[in-house]
């Protein structure tokens, strides 16, 4: 008798999940609501222009090859990552620019020629980087925190060893204002906060690990764009057999005797041996299982989530040679920017600016000439403010903010436009309150406190995706549907 599995929702965790399912010898079917792949990391075409609409920088590629291998397949064959050099160009407030690089020697090159930090200092810092990814990295991010097993691994055990040397108790921003004397080395490396949604003056200086990331491993774009990667996991999984129904909601996961049955999608009960629910954690429990009151639902629900966005598609007339694939318009009053985002619930004054111009190296991306512009702001989770009136004062920030920096009017050369906002990611990916990385990681436990991804209260029912355990981001997402396959395999025998 075959052994079955349904996964709720193809985003990129729920597509891990069911491959590896599948690969070990499962019948697997995906629900997924939307009529595609890949969840937030979707694609758009506006007139010529070809944009992604979430994701834009993939890291820790390493992740996602072994991915690959666990089912016997070469990344490579699905995949071309596209080592990016700059990483990204900054420009701040004050008018100072440079560009970030992975070798080490050339961005310390541009650090000390704009006077924003000495090699000394960018050394330490990314040795201590590389140094928490040793100690705690794997633990974090390979092994389920909350299996008593884990702990007494040669990860777990490494990391309490070197428990006080992660440093859960100051802030990120308070470790990197004694790592530089300059702010604006300082701002570039509190940055990494949003890299999980958080604020650098709420996140703990554990998240140092990040810059590991990104300057350890490398930064990259996709051939095709990043939606590419949905679709190489989808291909992937249909080739271990996974069937997906595209277009059809799950509306609940049937429990009966604490015991997981299977879910109805379309009024139509499905039996399954186990499910993985790749919807929002707090979705999974609200609606899906309607237990609003669980413990674990009011636990995730007291969590506070992480920021959204506020995205603009942007099609270009024309290029510019100064911007990069990956630029940053700093904001000049950071503090504020985080107060807003975090405390007041509004967009700043003065937003930091992100720019993805994936046209840089995919030319098929823009017609000859034009540059596909997505800008992204970090916003407040949505909480019922007048989006539309937010937006349109953003617009004003963003292009007073560019045409300053890049000396045009950069207006009359929007030829195609549109407006992502809060409450349309939540709408459109199930995420709740439209948070781009499930909970922020404010406090010093915050790793601990995600949600598992194995429930203890009701039987073959598992969670991945970036509202869980190890977070949010493409990496860490497939992270969460491999660790929920393995607790699945070991404990549905
Ligand atoms: C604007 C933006 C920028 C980002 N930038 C980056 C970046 O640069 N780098 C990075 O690594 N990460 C980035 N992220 C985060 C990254 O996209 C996510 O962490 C990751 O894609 C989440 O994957 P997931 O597995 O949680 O699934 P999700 O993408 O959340 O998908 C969940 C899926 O479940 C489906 N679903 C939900 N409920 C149901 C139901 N009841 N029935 C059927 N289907 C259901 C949804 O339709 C959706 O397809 C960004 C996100 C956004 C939105």
Not at 229 to 243: F, K
Not at 259 to 269: I, L, M, P, Q, Y
Not at 302 to 309: K, L, T, V
Request: charged share 25%; glycine share 10%.
């Amino acid at each position: 008798m075959s052994r079955t599995a349904a996964v709720v929702g193809a985003g990129i965790g729920g597509l891990a999940a069911a491959a590896l399912l599948a690969r070990s010898g499962r019948r697997v079917t995906v629900f997924e609501q939307a009529p595609q792949a890949g969840g937030k990391a979707a694609s758009v075409r506006l007139g010529g222009f070809r944009f992604d609409t979430g994701p834009s920088l993939l890291t820790l590629p390493e992740v996602f090859r072994r991915f690959f291998a666990r089912l016997d397949r070469n990344l490579d064959d699905y995949l071309e990552p596209l080592p990016l050099a700059p990483l990204c160009a900054y420009d701040f407030a004050d008018g100072t620019r440079l560009e970030s690089y992975s070798d080490r020697a050339r961005f310390a090159a541009e650090l000390e020629a704009a006077g924003a930090a000495t090699r000394r200092e960018l050394e330490a810092c990314l040795d201590h980087s590389a140094r928490l990814w040793r100690w705690a990295g794997e633990l974090f991010l390979t092994r389920s925190l909350h299996e008593p097993a884990t702990f007494f691994s040669r990860a777990g055990l490494r990391a309490i060893l070197h428990a006080g040397r992660l440093s859960p108790f100051q802030t990120l921003h308070a470790a990197n204002a004694r790592a530089f004397t300059d702010p604006r080395a300082v701002q570039l490396f509190d940055r990494y906060a949003t890299y999980n949604g958080s604020s650098p003056y709420r996140t703990p200086a554990t998240m140092r690990i990040i810059p590991h990331v990104e300057y350890g491993f490398g930064g990259y774009a996709l051939r095709g764009g990043i939606v590419a990667l949905p679709r190489a996991l989808e291909r992937v999984a249909r080739e271990w057999g996974v069937e997906f129904r595209f277009g059809e909601a799950v509306e609940r996961i049937v429990v009966q005797q604490g015991r997981c049955r299977g879910v109805e999608a379309g009024g139509v009960f499905r039996p399954a041996d186990l499910v993985v629910s790749n919807a929002d954690v707090l979705a999974t429990y609200r609606r899906l299982l309607d237990m609003p009151q669980a413990p674990e639902a009011r636990r995730a629900a007291r969590q506070e989530p992480s920021s959204s966005g506020l995205v603009f598609l942007w099609g270009l007339k024309r290029g510019f040679d100064r911007t990069r694939v990956h630029n940053i318009f700093f904001s000049g009053d950071y503090p504020a920017e985080f107060d807003a985002l975090f405390r007041r619930l509004d967009l700043p004054e003065d937003p930091t600016v992100y720019v993805n111009i994936t046209g840089k190296v995919d030319p098929e991306d823009a017609p000859p000439g034009g540059e596909n512009w997505f800008v992204l702001l970090n916003a407040p989770r949505a909480a019922g403010q007048d989006w539309p009136a937010l937006a349109a004062r953003a617009r004003r920030a963003v292009l007073a903010r560019v045409s300053k920096a890049l000396g045009t009017d950069l207006e009359p050369w929007i030829a195609e436009e549109r407006v992502i906002m809060p409450p349309d990611i939540e709408r459109e990916t199930g995420s709740t309150h439209g948070s781009l990385y499930g909970m922020a990681s404010h406090g010093p436990a915050s790793a601990f406190l995600r949600h598992p991804n194995r429930s203890r209260r009701i039987r073959g029912l598992y969670f991945a995706g970036g509202s869980v355990h190890p977070g949010g981001g493409m990496p860490l997402a497939l992270l969460s549907g491999m660790l929920a396959a393995d607790l699945a395999e070991k404990t549905e025998r």
